[in-house]
């Protein structure tokens, strides 16, 4: 599975964005999807997980209330729906898969996307 993470940008305090994570391959629609975020000086953080099936979906406290992680496995993708962006939301994001079930750590995951620079100023 290859991962394309993208939809950054800079966008002004309380805006939106939406990232997408377009996955190549089949297996995606087996496999749980995370994303994550690195700020400058800063260890990589657990952002969102949403299971194969939709089902399961887990969020940082940091976000819980302002992020909605979703899929669509017809089209092979994953999207995060950021609202109410913060400055401290600015960070380089990465979308994960192929999870071994640790879902809240990096170390957790197989197959990794390129990241995405998302900058929350005004």
């Known amino acids: 599975v290859q991962l394309q993470a993208s939809g950054g940008g800079l966008v002004q305090p309380g805006g939106s964005l939406r990232l997408s994570c377009a996955a190549s391959g089949r297996a995606f629609k087996n496999y749980s999807v995370a994303w994550f975020r690195q700020a400058p000086g800063k260890e990589r953080e657990f952002v969102a997980v949403?299971?194969?099936?939709?089902?399961?979906?887990i969020y940082a406290d940091s976000v819980k209330g302002r992020f909605t992680i979703s899929r669509d496995n017809a089209k092979n993708t994953a999207y995060l729906q950021m609202n109410s962006l913060q400055p401290e939301d600015t960070a380089v994001y990465y979308c994960?898969?192929?999870?071994?079930?640790?879902?809240?750590?990096?170390?957790?995951?197989?197959?990794w996307g390129q990241g995405t620079l998302v900058t929350v100023s005004s």
């Open positions: 994960a898969s192929q999870s071994n079930g640790d879902y809240q750590r990096a170390t957790g995951y197989g197959y």
């Open positions: 949403i299971g194969w099936n939709k089902i399961m979906t």
